[in-house]
């Protein structure tokens, strides 16, 4: 079983960046697209960006010039460069297979929180 270790969060002023990590514990299979999702309180878990096998990315509407997705299959890591964050992003983040995984998904990690504010 996969194990997924997100890391990088932190309280950080409107207009400021962060970067994302999430390590997993063994192989992320390269056939399959991982993802980024967050979960602010009170509100269902979104994905925010996505990237293949082959590197392309797709990310969601709130998110998209500002958010950039990457992935290190031979480290078996992902990444999440955020800049010009906005209140509205604060959330729990967390790294998984897409949303079109066809298999079960690994058990979600424990997330890394995302504060914006002032």
């Known amino acids: 079983q996969v194990q997924l270790v997100e890391s990088g969060g932190g309280l950080v002023e409107p207009g400021g960046s962060l970067r994302l990590s999430c390590a997993a514990s063994?192989?992320?299979?390269?056939?399959?697209?991982m993802g980024w999702y967050r979960q602010a309180p009170g509100k269902q878990r979104e994905l925010v960006a996505s990237?293949?096998?082959?590197?392309?990315?797709n990310y969601a509407d709130s998110v998209k010039g500002r958010f950039t997705m990457s992935r290190d299959n031979a480290k078996n890591t992902v990444y999440l460069q955020m800049h010009s964050l906005k209140p509205e992003d604060t959330a729990r983040y967390y790294c998984n297979y897409g949303r079109d995984y066809p298999y079960k998904k690994p058990d979600w990690g424990q997330g890394t929180q995302v504060t914006v504010s002032s």
């Open positions: 990237i293949t096998s082959s590197g392309s990315t």
């Open positions: 063994a192989s992320i299979s390269r056939l399959f697209a």
